[in-house]
């Protein structure tokens, strides 16, 4: 499973956002998108998942032409970990996680056995078992987060795109997504998945050892492996800000400002 654009411009109606983006990820990579605030990120995510028509160029999933494929088809192959959002709708943890299976038995179907079965794993995998029985309007940003990406996982598809799936968790639980996203795109031969995030942390993508897609200005600025892309001097550039890339002892690449002191 691969998904792909190709020469795209992005946007709505007459107003473009983005345009010349050419990016890739299959299963078994990670892709992290950065850029500053502004930059055409969500509307490029919009794009890619055909929430929002192409400008122009295309969007590949599999070899396929995105406009060719039904909205249940592109479900199957792609799931979506949007930022932490409060529904109206007091829904139990444990329903919220089952709609992730949706798109493989069907909108009016009822979930199997097996189905709330995967449901229970995803939240066991994320460590967040105990909240299956909880209101989802309860739950802290963080938590909600946790079981947005549960319900992704639950989807079982080649490809995940997740919209900032760490900005609203603590240091521990960034630390244990990250870790979860580094297993899926690992595992093994059709069992593995492609990630496609996007952040604000250029450490992530060291800490993932991940391709990267460096935006500015609606376009893409630079694009490969986060090590050989991500200097000092190219995010300055993107950010507007001097920002400092150092090795620590280990050989990790590592990040901070020019600001301070």
């Known amino acids: 499973m691969r998904l792909e654009a190709e020469s795209l411009a992005t946007g709505y109606g007459r107003l473009q956002v983005g345009s010349g983006i050419s990016l890739g990820v299959g ?9 500053p605030n502004g930059c055409g990120k969500t509307t490029l995510f919009r794009t890619l998942l055909g929430l929002l028509p192409a400008l122009s160029g295309k969007v590949r999933l599999d070899g396929d032409d995105l406009t060719s494929l039904s909205r249940n088809t592109i479900a199957r192959r792609i799931a979506y970990v949007p930022q932490a959002h409060m529904t109206a709708f007091p829904f139990m943890v444990s329903d919220i996680v089952l709609m992730g299976r949706t798109a493989a038995t069907g909108l009016f179907s009822r979930p199997g056995s097996k189905d709330r079965e995967m449901a229970m794993v995803a939240l066991e995998r994320l460590g967040i078992a105990d909240l299956a029985g909880r209101d989802y309007t309860t739950l802290s940003g963080g938590q909600r987060q946790l079981v947005l990406i ?12 997740m919209d900032e799936p760490t900005a609203s968790l603590d240091f521990a639980n960034q630390s244990m997504v990250l870790a979860e996203i580094a297993k899926l795109a690992r595992q093994q031969g059709k069992h593995a998945s492609g990630i496609l995030l996007s952040t604000h942390d ?3 993508a060291f800490l993932l050892d991940a391709n990267v897609a460096l935006m500015a200005g609606g376009g893409i600025a630079a694009g490969g492996r986060a090590a050989e892309i991500l200097t000092g001097e190219a995010l300055s550039r993107v950010y507007g800000i001097p920002i400092i890339v150092e090795k620590t002892p280990s050989g990790r690449s590592v990040c901070s400002t020019g600001l301070a002191g």
């Open 27 to 35: 299963q078994g990579e990670i892709l992290c998108l950065l850029g």
């Open 150 to 161: 549960a319900r992704a996982l639950a989807q079982q598809a080649g490809i995940i795109v």
């Open 202 to 204: 250029p450490d992530q």
